[in-house]
T-cell receptor, first 114, second 110 residues
Framework: GAVVSQHPSRVICKSGTSVKIECRSL??????MFWYRQFPKQSLMLMAT?????????EQGVEKDKFLINHASLTLSTLTVTSAHPEDSSFYIC??????????FGQGTRLTVV | DAKTTQPPSMDCAEGRAANLPCNHS???????VYWYRQIHSQGPQYIIH???NNETNEMASLIITEDRKSSTLILPHATLRDTAVYYC???????????FGKGTRLHILP
């Protein structure tokens, strides 16, 4: 299957700072990318959907000013957690779709805010 | 909201077939049944999908009942590496979103 790469795989940041997570489709062009968050022992929760060149669509309850999503190219989407707090500590996962039916997932990024 | 119901956890002995059930009684005619799994601290991995016919690939088999209200994912010879959370999802094939339910936590016992 197609490869989706996230970077970094782990990040620790101080409370109040911002952190950027990258999601790249390595061997296909991703017209749509999705960002999920997963807390321990819970399922994946969809945060937002982004289409290349347009604004992201956020799910209800997700603060768009806190979780900034940029999908400027067909192979790269970024999620920036602004003014991070300890409660933002979570496992963030991206997924990319090439315009077909299937979506492929990155390996996830473990964010710890201290 | 997830449209499927799965048992929260299951055990299976190593080397035996693991049969994971899923109920999707409100499935629509154009919705497919997809299965993904998530090994601890990794992103989800696609396993298999089907519409109404049974499907088989190198990873698993998918058995869908004739009324399409339920399905079973079969891992024919489970290994310890199959320990994961398995998610059954119904979606229109070209739908934008994949919404995850709680899944089934499968433990493979040595």
């Amino acid at each position: 299957g197609a490869v989706v790469s996230q970077h970094p795989s782990r990040v620790i940041c101080k409370s109040g700072t911002s952190v950027k997570i990258e999601c790249r489709s390595l061997d296909f062009q991703a017209t749509t990318m999705f960002w999920y968050r997963q807390f321990p022992k819970q399922s994946l929760m969809l945060m937002a959907t982004s289409n290349e060149g347009s604004k992201a669509t956020y799910e209800q309850g997700v603060e768009k000013d806190k979780f900034l999503i940029n999908h400027a190219s067909l192979t790269l989407s970024t999620l920036t957690v602004t003014s991070a707090h300890p409660e933002d500590s979570s496992f963030y996962i991206c997924s990319a779709r090439d315009g077909g039916a299937e979506a492929f997932f990155g390996q996830g990024t473990r964010l710890t805010v201290v | 909201d997830a449209k499927t119901t799965q048992p929260p956890s299951m055990d299976c002995a190593e080397g035996r077939a693991a049969n994971l059930p899923c109920n999707h009684s409100t499935i629509s005619g154009n919705e497919y049944v997809y299965w993904y799994r998530q090994i601890h601290s990794q992103g989800p991995q696609y396993i298999i999908h089907g519409l109404k016919n049974n499907e088989t690939n190198e990873m698993a088999s998918l058995i869908i009942t004739e009324d399409r209200k339920s399905s079973t994912l079969i891992l024919p010879h489970a290994t310890l590496r199959d320990t994961a959370v398995y998610y059954c999802i119904v979606r229109v094939r070209r739908d934008d979103k994949i919404i995850f339910g709680k899944g089934t936590r499968l433990h493979i016992l040595p």
